[in-house]
């Protein structure tokens, strides 16, 4: 989207002019809609300046890169155990969004996919082109190079903790859900919004005249590419459903255990008539 302002009170998510800002962060604002009640950061990385200078690879950066590869390997296995429950993954066209590092794309080839990959970091696209092997791209899902080639061409669409990370979600995903078969599927995974951390830490906010943000900061990012909303499962679920998705799988995974890292994982199918 070309845009050079964005009025934070017209909400992200039902485009009612109702948001308010509502909880004060060192550097940046949470808005909350008096509709919808979604919470997002006055911020996008469309607004914002561009990081300066190239990203280089260097030996600080690969070792972070390569710290946290460990970290996330479970994770990946168990996003892929939870697709082939859905799906039949040999001869599959699959697309990757936010595709990091490209495990989890290596994972989907090793099972017989045929992937493709969307990175905006142009970092961690030169690692997984040195380490796997992967030519992940740089344009995002929106842009003319997939909307003009890739229409209805993916059985598969996934996009791994990507949603709270992008300027407008709504529009991310009817991006996406474009590039999708008939009847192909769609897999995401976010933070919710719906943890005790979350909650508690409205509450303190609140009682303490606005003194105490608690963990709030920490789910939000003013970094490029941070996080800029944090949905709950019903929010999530209804705008899967109107961008053209029927619901075939929606788990909370960690709904009121105490600072769990608690997801919200849904699957949906794209309905015959979009
Ligand atoms: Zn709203």
């Known amino acids: 989207m070309d845009i050079t302002e964005y009025n934070f009170q017209r909400c992200k998510l039902c485009g009612e002019t109702a948001a308010e800002p509502t909880y004060s962060l060192s550097d940046s604002t949470i808005y909350v809609c008096r509709c919808c009640d979604f919470h997002f950061l006055n ?19 690969r070792h972070y890169i390569e710290s946290r590869m460990d970290e996330n390997h479970h994770l990946h296995q168990n ?28 994972l989907l080839n090793n099972r017989g996919a045929r ?31 997939w909307q003009t080639r890739f229409i209805q061409h993916f059985d598969l669409i996934t996009l791994w903790d990507v949603i709270e990370h992008v300027d407008f979600p709504h529009q991310t995903l009817e991006s996406a859900i474009k590039l999708l078969k008939p009847g192909g599927i769609l897999c995401l995974d976010t933070p919710s919004r719906e943890v005790f951390p979350y909650r508690f830490s409205q509450k303190l906010y609140r009682l303490s005249g606005g003194k105490i943000g608690l963990f709030l900061p920490s789910f939000y990012s003013t970094v490029r590419y941070g996080h800029k909303q944090i949905f709950t499962q019903q929010q999530l679920s209804e705008l899967l459903e109107r961008s053209g998705l029927e619901i075939i799988s929606s788990v909370s995974s960690g709904t009121g255990k105490l600072f769990s890292n608690s997801k919200i994982v849904l699957a949906g199918r794209k309905t015959a008539s979009m």
């Not at 911020?43 to 950066?61: A, F, I, M």
């Not at 892929?80 to 794309?105: M, N, T, V, W």
Request: one cysteine or more; aromatic letters at 8%.
């Open 43 to 61: 911020r996008l990385d469309c607004l914002s300046e561009k990081s300066s200078g190239q990203e280089h690879l260097n030996e600080k950066s």
């Open 79 to 106: 996003r892929l155990a939870f697709i082939a429950s859905y799906l039949h993954l040999s001869q599959c066209e699959a697309l990757d969004i936010g595709a990091g590092l490209g495990q989890f794309q290596r």
């Open 115 to 145: 992937t493709m990959g969307i990175e905006p970091s142009s970092l961690r696209r030169t690692y997984a082109w040195e380490k796997l092997g992967l030519d992940l791209h740089g344009e995002l899902v929106e842009s003319d190079y």
